[in-house]
């Protein structure tokens, strides 16, 4: 039987990651020491790698297809297909943002005022890019993480860093000087895996599904009965992905109206419908908008 093999990002993305698959469909368990994380579906085979190191192990074909950060995908500007971005961090929907941060004291105002000075980063090869596109000249050294805490101790100038809640550059009296990159997990594929029919069609399958479940969070269904007269009314002012669904009530001149939207409109649109006649109102959530 074929296999598709898919790269789970170890650290920060793990558990979203295991998380959106099975909203996704896909129930994923990772036992504490195993790096073969077993998924409900024989037609695939889990590993988990480290993001840093994903689109090295796609471009090579040790894995046919992987989730890892856009950041270390730049990073090691890999020769890979970047098939779709999932908009989703450590503990948000938001992207991750790598900054330019120096301490809050600090007389820097932009990444110019920087010249000669050095910066601490797990980001290197990025970050040297930048300031050479930039033509300043500074010494930017590798950092193996606890970052925030070098630029603190006055054993560098400035980091760049990832940050997503802002919490730790908050919690280490840090400023942000600029933001160089926003990066988001990707899916990224190996390009024979790509022109193999049934692994593409597998991993066609696994993107659709996840985006569809990224797609549906925070939005619901909204359903209520109303009187004919009122349709042109009531859908004049009802958010939808489309257009919304009206249909016949049996033996009736009252009509069905259901629509799709953003949960945190449906407070808002609620006593408006109610003005405008609408009875049985239902809102209900869901699982995937494909
Ligand atoms: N706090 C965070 N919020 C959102 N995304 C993050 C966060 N920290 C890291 N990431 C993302 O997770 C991926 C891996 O991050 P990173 O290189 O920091 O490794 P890690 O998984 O956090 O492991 P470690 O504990 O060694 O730092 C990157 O793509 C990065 O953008
Ligand atoms: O803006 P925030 O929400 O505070 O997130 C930023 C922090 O998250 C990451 O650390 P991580 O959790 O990966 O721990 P690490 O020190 O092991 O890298 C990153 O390296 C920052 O330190
Ligand atoms: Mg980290």
Redesign the pocket.
């Known amino acids: 039987m074929e296999q598709l093999k898919l790269g789970i990002p170890k650290?920060?993305l793990e558990s979203a990651t295991v998380d959106l698959f099975k909203k996704a469909g896909w129930q994923i368990s990772i036992s504490s020491r195993s790096y073969f994380p077993t998924i409900d579906d024989e037609e695939i085979k889990c590993s988990l790698m480290r993001p840093q190191e994903m689109a090295k192990y796609v471009e090579r074909g040790t894995i046919d297809v992987g989730i890892a950060g856009r950041d270390w995908v730049r990073e090691n500007q890999s020769d890979v297909i970047e098939l779709c971005e999932m908009v989703y961090s450590?503990?948000s929907r938001r992207p991750?943002r790598w900054v330019l941060v120096v301490n809050g004291d600090s007389k820097v105002k932009g990444p110019e005022d920087l010249r000669g000075a050095t910066v601490s980063t797990?980001l290197v090869g990025f970050t040297k890019r930048y300031f050479a596109e930039r033509n300043i000249p500074v010494n930017v050294e590798f950092s193996w993480?606890?970052?925030?805490a070098k630029v603190v101790e006055g054993l560098c100038d400035a980091i760049v860093?990832?940050?997503?809640?802002?919490?730790?550059?908050?919690?280490n009296g840090l400023r942000i000087v600029t933001e160089l990159m926003e990066s988001v997990p990707v899916m990224v594929v190996n390009k024979a895996s790509w022109e193999d029919p049934w692994k593409r069609a597998k991993i066609q399958q696994i993107a659709t599904l996840l985006q569809s479940a990224l797609r549906a969070e925070g939005m619901v269904g909204l359903k209520m009965n109303a009187p004919g007269t009122k349709v042109p009314a009531i859908t004049a002012i009802l958010p939808s992905l489309n257009n919304p669904t009206v249909s016949n009530l049996y033996n009736s001149d009252w009509v069905s109206i259901e629509s799709i939207m953003p949960e945190q409109e449906v407070r808002r649109i609620v006593p408006e419908l109610l003005k405008l006649g609408a009875e049985g109102i239902v809102e209900y959530s869901l699982n995937k908008i494909i």
Do not use: F, H, L
């Open positions: 650290g920060s450590k503990v991750a797990e993480g606890a970052t925030e860093e990832v940050t997503e809640t802002g919490s730790t550059i908050r919690a």
